[in-house]
């Protein structure tokens, strides 16, 4: 048994905000069986844990990676060099209903992206496919670009905002020519490629008019009472973008 990834939990408390509990993923090798566990105890790091006095509560194969099926992509086997792999995060695993439902995430995703690769756009991620394990679907590769807008407005990188700014809209505007909403347009989804914009993540991207369900855009950068997959959704991110980018000099 391997620990995967590790976090700790805060809540508010009488004016400080103070530790809750500590959750862990592991990973059991021999059969590649994951779990979660939460602990009261704030153990320092991985390895002084003692993985005996942990509830291990199993995350079922089927919430984490879809099935691979007709119609989509396996990744070309070498993966180029410059290749970024979309791997789920399990750390929210039960936290929230959406990340009970990781496998559909992903394969609404790859759905998503097969539909890009036959419509190609320069302010759009490549896909390259998936990558295919037992018949399963572990992970969605794309080509790597430089940084996010988020990083490069953080680091002063200089940008002809004005420029930037037409590229998303170019790009959201492709999008939903072909009957696509994002519905998660942040500084974190675009990605950036010689001065040029490049939007990514589209475990949120829904046909037009289609019911979003638990999986929806990132607090402060979507509007409230998200429910359905509209146009309205992405020139609403697009506003919160140019007034992030505005406002930083």
Same mark, same amino acid.
């Given at each position: ?20 509990? !500590? ?16 602990t ?5 790091s991985?390895?002084? #844990? ?10 079922? #194969? ?6 691979? !099926? ?30 009970? !439902? ?16 036959e ?6 991620a ?80 829904? !046909? ?9 855009? #990132? ?14 959704n ?16």
């Open positions: 048994m391997e620990i995967i990834q590790a976090s700790e939990a805060f809540v508010q408390g009488e004016g400080d905000l103070v530790f809750d509990h !500590k959750k862990f993923i592991l990973r059991r090798t021999r059969d590649n069986q994951y779990f979660y566990s939460r009261l105890k704030r153990i320092s991985p390895s002084a #844990t003692d993985l005996e006095e942990l509830e291990l509560i199993e995350i079922p #194969t089927d919430h984490i990676w879809p099935i691979f !099926k007709a119609g989509l992509t396996a990744a070309a086997q070498p993966l180029p060099s410059k290749t970024y792999i979309k791997r789920p995060s399990l750390i929210d695993y039960g936290d929230t209903p959406a990340s009970y !439902k990781l496998s559909d995430q992903i394969l609404n995703e790859a759905e998503v992206c097969e539909i890009l690769m419509h190609p756009h320069p302010n759009i490549h896909y390259l496919g998936c990558i295919v394990e037992d018949g399963r679907i572990t992970g969605l590769c794309f080509v790597e670009y430089d940084m996010t807008l988020s990083e490069a407005m953080k680091h002063d990188i200089s940008l002809d905002k004005e420029r930037f700014l037409q590229g998303i809209e170019n790009g959201v505007s492709h999008l939903h020519g072909l009957g696509l909403i994002h519905n998660d347009l942040n500084p974190h989804n675009i990605m950036i490629q010689d001065g040029n914009p490049v939007i990514i993540d589209f475990d949120s991207c829904k !046909k037009e008019g289609q019911e979003l369900g638990p999986k929806r855009g #990132t607090d402060g950068w979507c509007a409230e009472k998200m429910d359905y997959a509209i146009r309205d992405d020139r609403y991110g697009i506003s919160k973008i140019r007034e992030f980018m505005m406002k930083v000099e």
